[in-house]
């Protein structure tokens, strides 16, 4: 009856259609053979009332209707499947694709387990959280983080000359955390607590880009990486304080108060751990929750451009100059962060091909206007300098930090306005930001390393 | 005439239930004994039939189970509960009480079109 090449073509057919409606995501594969059944039996029909595979094939498509009817009645039913769940392990309906998440949740539940065992593994050697705080704080990253970069590394299959170079800086990080003998309230102290932190963080972006570590395209990953990790954790540590009240408050009621539990076991366990989950999260997520950061950045653009375009009116209009107490740098610093924070994450979404548009020139805006504040501050500091500033680490390390962030952003926003003037491609700015990472690292292995004795230890 | 779709929607989930209570089926097998018994009067589709099968799954009313037909090809065989024959007899009850409801009211009336002298 039907040509053996006839019913290949068909299945070609039924092939292309299943793919077809598997694009709605109001339809699962399980939908789509349930239909496709459905349309077979039509077909079957049809065929043997006399018609050709492909006239069979037609009219019974046709028969079905219009698949987009079809979608919103199964959305009727199934609403939940227009949010994109969170699942455990992908159920993608292909088994490769599900051992393969199945292996990165055991390969992170080892490493989050590895992060609180190592929390843990000090108090064996008499270290503990009331009388050697500082101890944990110098360290606390050198806890979790070398595991978030095993779990990345070994998601990337690095090669062992990285995974080497991984272990030495780690272990660099260590010797700098813990030979130098500073004093539990000195300044170095503190500063080394700041630096290391971000010195590590982006030893962890090296894993991160592991498997390609010169792509510029990569290094633009690791950033929305951070940023969407950062939130990640932020969620999990609201998350953590709310079970941590509860527990608390609920012990108390019958007596017991579980506040030792609580500060030394929950919330050093629970944030090292959460530093490994909230990366998986991340690699898990990444193709299924629209990336966060850039929404924020979007919302808070015009708001922060405003604010500081007031801050800068409110300077000339009363002629008043920034008063520039102890703390007055690191703030500014902070502010600088912020812009660049913002900056960056709206260019991690942006399509780069895109002409400039409005929200680009606003960015100018709030780029420039952050600049113009920061040559007010440093014109106020600089007459200052030689008798208060820089001589101590604290100040050494904040002035640093101002410079690098000045010249970064003095250089982005020319690089903007030549873009809006259509001058240069976008590609040059995402590669002047990516290329500013080593930058980064370059400074905060600096003062984790040179400045304690530079500074001798005060 | 078509029956207007409203009342397609109000009278589908007895007459799936009652065609399960013949014996388990399939979606293609359904929308065809329907087509049969309402002399294609009835417009189905599968946008209505698929939906309102999760839907009476999803109330335990009734189970599926996936069996494989010639070769590769498999089907998605559904099949009534208790809780189904349980549900399918109270809408009956409904139906009914409608039924007899508008019956009394038509008793012997001829539709007012055919002739009004009588009204």
């Known amino acids: 009856m039907t040509a053996p090449g006839g019913q290949e073509e068909l299945e070609a057919q039924f092939e292309q259609w299943r793919q077809y409606v598997l694009r709605r995501r109001e339809l699962q594969p399980f939908d789509a053979d349930e239909l496709e059944d459905h349309l077979r039996g039509s077909v079957d029909e049809l065929l043997a009332a006399g018609l050709s595979p492909d006239e069979a094939f037609l009219v019974a498509v046709k028969r079905m209707g219009s698949l987009d009817e079809l979608s919103r009645e199964f959305a009727r039913e199934h609403s939940e499947r227009l949010w994109k769940q969170l699942v455990l392990t992908a159920d993608t309906g292909s088994p490769v694709a599900d051992t393969r998440s199945r292996r990165d949740l055991w390969a992170m539940l080892t490493c989050a387990a590895g992060a609180v065992v190592s929390v843990k593994v000090p108090v064996l050697f008499g270290l503990s959280f009331a009388d050697d705080s500082s101890f944990y704080v110098r360290n606390f990253t050198l806890f979790a983080l070398p595991w978030l970069a095993a779990f990345l590394a070994w998601r990337r299959n690095a090669r062992r000359s990285v995974i080497a170079i991984l272990v030495a800086l780690f272990a660099l990080g260590a010797v700098a955390a813990n030979a130098y003998p500073l004093a539990d309230k000195s300044q170095s102290m503190v500063v080394t607590s700041i630096h290391l932190p971000i010195a590590l963080w982006l030893v962890v972006g090296l894993a991160y880009v592991a498997d390609d570590w010169r792509s510029l395209r990569r290094r633009m990953d690791f950033i929305r990486f951070t940023g969407e990790w950062f939130i990640y954790f932020v969620l999990m540590a609201l998350g953590g304080g709310v079970l941590s009240a509860f527990l608390f408050n609920t012990f108390k009621a019958i007596g017991i108060v579980p506040q030792e539990f609580i500060s030394h076991w929950l919330l050093p366990c629970g944030a090292a751990a959460a530093v490994v989950v909230a990366g998986w999260l991340v690699e898990a997520k990444q193709s299924v929750v629209e990336n966060i950061a850039p929404v924020l950045t979007r919302l808070f653009t015009p708001l922060f451009t405003a604010a500081l375009l007031a801050f800068l009116v409110a300077v000339v209009a009363t002629s008043h100059g920034i008063d520039v107490e102890r703390e007055a740098l690191i703030l500014f610093d902070l502010l600088l962060v912020v812009v660049l924070g913002l900056l960056l994450y709206s260019l991690s979404a942006r399509d780069p091909l895109a002409p400039p548009g409005a929200f680009d020139k606003l960015q100018l805006a709030l780029v420039v206007s952050a600049l113009a504040i920061d040559v007010l501050v440093l014109l106020e500091i600089t007459g200052r300098i030689t008798d208060e500033y820089g001589s101590t680490p604290n100040r050494a390390a904040a002035l640093g930090e101002n410079v690098i962030l000045l010249v970064n952003l003095a250089w982005s926003a020319w690089l903007l306005l030549t873009f809006i003037r259509r001058r240069t491609p976008f590609a040059a700015l995402e590669r002047w930001q990516t290329g500013y990472l080593a930058v980064y690292a370059a400074w905060a292995w600096i003062v984790v390393l040179v400045f304690p004795p530079l500074f001798s230890y005060v | ?119």
């Open chain 2, 1 to 119: 005439m078509k029956v207007a779709k409203d009342l397609v929607a109000a009278s589908a989930t007895p007459m799936v239930l009652g065609i399960l209570a013949e014996g388990e089926s399939y979606g293609y097998a359904i929308l065809r004994r329907i087509n049969e018994l309402s002399g294609g009067e009835l417009d189905w589709t599968e946008g209505l039939l698929y939906p309102l099968l999760h839907r009476l799954e999803r109330l335990g009313y009734v189970v599926s189970s996936w069996q494989s037909v010639t070769g590769e090809r498999k089907r998605k065989y559904y099949h009534i509960t208790d809780k189904g024959l349980a549900e399918m007899a109270e809408q009956r009850r409904q139906w009914d009480t409608v039924v007899d409801a508008l019956k009394e009211i038509w008793h012997d009336r001829v539709p007012p079109t055919v002739n009004p002298g009588l009204a």
